[in-house]
Structures are given as C-alpha cells and as structure tokens.
C-alpha cells in the first residue's frame, strides 16, 4: 500500500489496482487516464468536465471513465461530508487476461464502442453498491487485502460494466487498434508544438488520409481543433492554479497571439482568461 498527501488529499493505493481519496478541500485537476476507471462515491462531491459537458457525481453514484480522455476532476466536501471516493483502474494487462478466458461465442456480435468518455451508472443498484461498500474496511483499518481478493474485486467491477450495457464490450476489449494509443501519446506530447498535418500523419508513421481516419475513430474533431481544444485545457488547469500569468500561459500552451487566445478561451469557458483567475 502507498499512501501520500497532495493539497489536502490523502491516497491509499494497493498495487495499480484501485485507490481511495479523502479531502475537507476543494481540489482541482486536468487528468488523464491511460486505463479505463470505474469510480464510486463514498461522499463528497467529484465533476467531471470534459470540454463544455459537465457531470456532477455525489454519494452512492458511480461511473465509468474511458481510457485515453481528457478530464477536469474538481474532488470537494459536500453537505458537510469531506470527499472520499475509490477509483477501480482496468489495466490493459487486466483486460486482456480477463478476455482470454471469456467464452468467445457467448460475446455480443453488435457492440459498438461509443465515442462517449464517460458513463454514469444507475444509482443504488444492489451489485454495486454490495461491491464498494466490502472495501470500506481495508481503508478504515489500513490492512492490506490479498492479491487475490483485489483480482476478485476487481472482476466483480468489471462484470457491473458488462452486465449494464453490451457496448461497454467493445470499449473495454478494444486490442485491436493499437494505433489509438500511440496518436493520442502523440498529440499528448507535442500539441504545444505548431505542426502541420502532414507533419503529424508523418511523425506517427501514416500517410495523411490515414492519419485522419484513425484520429476520427477517436475524437469528433478534427486534428487541429483537437488541438486548440487540448490547449485551451492546459491554459484553463494553468490559469486555477495560479502559477504563472495569462500572458506567458498563452504562449506557453502553443498559442502564438494573445487576442486569438483570449478569442478562444471566452468562446469555451464563456469568460476570457484575465476573468477566470
């Protein structure tokens, strides 16, 4: 188990497979997830934003995050109950150990992966709420649970997905296009750079009508709004956080006029970027 503090918020993390959070504290955070995250709500109250769709998950709800997305996580105290949630991490490595053994067969033949980040699961529902609530006690008493049980847990998080809607197949046994990953680090990586797209089709290794029929599998904008839009979220996390001023955030991010960063950062967060200090 490894436990550390970061503005007011305490983690227990067993292993890579789930965690807990606790904060009397507003907290905020641009996150970006590499694995799929199945969260629940002790108490508290955790948004998730992602671009404009906010969503707003208070105790006893649950949802479903997927891997390779971007998203503002706001962790605060709610009605007078201090944030604690738990994150279930599905690793790739989970993943693909869990589908070798599925009955192939019995797979849905329709499932359709959604381009949709995030899913909110019925509240209240029995199966999950007997899942989470038989974790409290490894975190109240700080006693490490077994390898197995966290594999156990975690196979139960992941027949709750399954068991809500079939698509969630596809999303969650997606292996056959490894090219997702490697545009997002991509883009990850250089979108403060000022590339062309023929330079980012070459750099990932594909010709240009290549590039942008896989980044559409992806994403519902283009390349270069991808880009403005992954800006603009880095400035906004900058701007919270208060360590550096408007001006050298605008350049910093990759924008290369102020009045055209301002222009956009009003047209996505409906104020310009002085005002959202």
Same mark, same amino acid.
């Given at each position: 188990m490894e436990t550390e503090c970061l503005k007011g918020i305490n983690t227990l993390r067993y292993s890579d497979i789930f965690l807990a959070m606790y904060s009397d504290n507003s907290n905020s955070c641009l996150h970006r997830n590499h694995s799929h995250i199945l969260v629940y709500m002790y108490s508290g109250e955790l948004e998730i934003r992602e671009h404009e769709r906010g969503t707003e998950l208070h105790?006893?709800?649950?949802?479903?995050i997927r891997k390779d997305f971007s998203v503002q996580l706001t962790k605060q105290a709610y009605k007078g109950e201090q944030f604690k949630a738990i994150f279930l991490m599905f690793t790739?490595?989970?993943l693909r150990s869990f589908y070798s053994r599925l009955e192939k067969r019995h797979l849905p033949k329709d499932? #359709?992966?959604s381009k949709v980040s995030l899913y909110r699961l019925p509240s209240n529902r029995p199966d999950i709420v007997s899942l989470f609530e038989s974790m409290t006690p490894y975190f109240n008493s700080g006693i490490r649970p077994t390898d197995e049980l966290l594999k156990l847990k975690m196979t139960e998080g992941l027949y709750i997905l399954l068991n809500t809607d079939k698509n969630l197949y596809a999303s969650l046994f997606d292996f056959a296009d490894p090219w997702k990953i490697d545009i997002m680090n991509f883009m990850e990586q250089h979108y403060t750079n000022d590339l062309s797209l023929e330079e980012m089709a070459n750099y990932t290794g594909r010709s240009l009508?290549?590039?942008?029929?896989?980044?559409?599998?992806?994403?519902? $904008?283009?390349?270069?709004?991808?880009?403005? #839009?992954? #800006? $603009?979220?880095?400035?906004?996390? $900058?701007? $919270?956080s208060g360590t550096k001023k408007v001006t050298d955030i605008c350049?910093?991010?990759?924008f290369k006029n102020l009045s055209h960063f301002s222009k956009a950062y009003k047209g996505l967060y409906g104020c310009s970027p002085v005002h959202s200090i």
């Open positions: 105790k006893g709800e649950c949802a479903f790739d490595k989970f499932a #359709r992966r009508s290549t590039f942008k029929r896989d980044f559409k599998k992806i994403s519902d $904008l283009s390349p270069q709004k991808w880009v403005i #839009r992954r #800006r $603009l979220e880095a400035a906004h996390a $900058l701007i $919270l350049y910093y991010v990759g």
